[in-house]
C-alpha cells in the first residue's frame, strides 16, 4: 500500500489515468455504436433494394411470358382476316365451293381456338357503342336505326391479348341522321 501511495505521489496523473481512459472508452463505444446503427440502417436498405430487384425481375418474367406471343401473334392477324374475307365473299349456296368452304370455316374455329387458349380474344363491336381506346373510327354514317356513335360495321375486327390492346377493331360509326328542311313548296 505504501508502494501505491509512493506511486501516487509520483504520478500525480495516475489518478486521473483511468477516468480520461474511462471517457475515451465511453466515446470510442459511441462512435462504434453509430457505425452499427449506420450499418444495420444500410444493410436494411440493400435488403429493400434487392427485395425490390427481385419482385422487379418477377414482373418483368411474367410480363414476358404473358405477352411473348404478341409479335407472333400480330403476325398471324392477316391471316385470319384473309379466311374471313374468303368466306365472306364465298355464296354459302354454291355446291361446286362447298367441300371449301367447310375446309376454310373448320381452319377459322381451329385458329380461332388456339388464339383463345393463348388470351388472344377477337374484338368485334357491332351494334356496340363506340369505345376509343379498341376501335378505329373509318367512316361516319347517318342512321336512324342506331344510336348515334354506335358501331354500323367493322371493317376489320381488333384483337386483344391478356387484356392489352394489339390491333383496334376498324368500324363505321353511326350519327344521327341531318335534320330535313322543309322543301320549298311546303313553305308556299
Known amino acids: 500500500m505504501a508502494d501505491e501511495q509512493t506511486l501516487d505521489t509520483q504520478n500525480p496523473d495516475a489518478n486521473q489515468a483511468p477516468q480520461a481512459s474511462g471517457e475515451d472508452l465511453v466515446a470510442r463505444v459511441q462512435v462504434l455504436e453509430e457505425q452499427l446503427a449506420g450499418a444495420q440502417d444500410q444493410a436494411l436498405r440493400v435488403a429493400a433494394d434487392l427485395q425490390n430487384v427481385r419482385r422487379r425481375a418477377e414482373q418483368d418474367v411474367e410480363k414476358a411470358h404473358k405477352f411473348a406471343l404478341e409479335k407472333f401473334a400480330g403476325d398471324l392477324l392477316p391471316i385470319i382476316d384473309s379466311l374471313e374475307r374468303g368466306l365472306e365473299l364465298s355464296s354459302p349456296d354454291d355446291e361446286s365451293i362447298r367441300p371449301m368452304r367447310e375446309g376454310i370455316e373448320l381452319t377459322l374455329k381451329m385458329f380461332a381456338d388456339t388464339l383463345k387458349r393463348y388470351q388472344l380474344e377477337a374484338i368485334d363491336p ?17 342512321s336512324a336505326d342506331m344510336e348515334p356513335n354506335s358501331v354500323l360495321k367493322v371493317f376489320q375486327k381488333g384483337y386483344v391479348l391478356n387484356g392489352r390492346l394489339l390491333r383496334p377493331a376498324m368500324v363505321v360509326v353511326s350519327k344521327a341522321p341531318a335534320p330535313v328542311s322543309p322543301s320549298i313548296d311546303e313553305q308556299a
Open 126 to 142: 357491332e351494334g356496340e357503342p363506340f369505345n376509343a381506346e379498341h376501335h378505329q373510327a373509318m367512316a361516319m354514317q347517318e
